[in-house]
């Protein structure tokens, strides 16, 4: 079956440096999307990638779709401690959404 | 704002017992589904629905579970006979178009 996998599994950073996390699918994907949840939460959508090698950008935040639409990337820049939480990419077929294994952002002040 | 809500926010039942969750979905969404959250793991796809069946279900979702939306407002999730590996924290999310989803604050289910 369709497997995600993002690394790290666990980041932690001092309040200003920036922090990225990969997402890595075992299947070609015909979109991706992050979720944000925080601690306590439930899952916050943040963006979807559709096209090959597309990058969005919002705010301090920067998402990536591989050229082989297979990987995806979230890059934060100066993280704030408004930023913890765990980030989850998920591909996303016609009827669901496969989470990937999410990265904890802890966030130092 | 519109949000997805869930009721109860915890609940604790027996193993053997059965249980519903209940959603309900943002007014004008077509598509709803149920995910599940094992303690400290990734979020798990169990069902989507959408015009009154179910759309794709996953290994999950066996005979033991079932979806119904009784009205035009609500959307539940049945457990028949709940064990002890059921316990998670189990959110609904809904969307209108199929790309963003919604999701509910969760329903944290212990099975004792």
């Known amino acids: 079956g369709q497997q995600v996998m993002q690394i790290p599994q666990y980041q932690h950073v001092q309040e200003g440096e920036d922090f990225t996390t990969y997402c890595n699918s075992s299947?070609?994907?015909?979109?991706i999307q992050w979720y944000k949840q925080r601690p306590g939460g439930h899952p916050v959508f943040l963006i979807q990638l559709v096209k090959s090698g597309e990058v969005k950008k919002q705010k301090r935040l920067t998402f990536q779709f591989g050229e082989a639409k297979k990987n995806s990337s979230l890059h934060i820049t100066a993280t704030q401690t408004t930023d913890v939480g765990t980030y989850f990419c998920a591909g996303a077929g016609a009827n669901n959404l496969f989470f990937g294994t999410g990265t904890r952002l802890t966030v130092i002040p | 704002e519109p949000e997805v809500t869930q009721t109860p926010s915890h609940q604790v039942t027996q193993m053997g017992q059965e249980v519903i969750l209940r959603c309900v979905p943002i007014s004008n969404h077509l598509y709803f589904y149920w995910y599940r959250q094992i303690l400290g793991q990734k979020v798990e796809f169990l069902v989507s629905f959408y015009n009154n069946e179910i759309s794709e279900k996953s290994e999950i979702f066996d005979d033991q579970f079932s979806v119904e939306r009784p009205d035009g407002s609500n959307f539940t999730l049945k457990i028949r006979s709940t064990k002890l590996e059921d316990s998670a924290m189990y959110f609904c999310?809904?969307?209108?178009?199929?790309?963003?989803?919604?999701f509910g604050p969760g329903t944290r289910l212990t099975v004792l």
């Open positions: 999310a809904s969307s209108d178009a199929g790309v963003e989803q919604f």
């Open positions: 299947t070609t994907l015909s979109n």
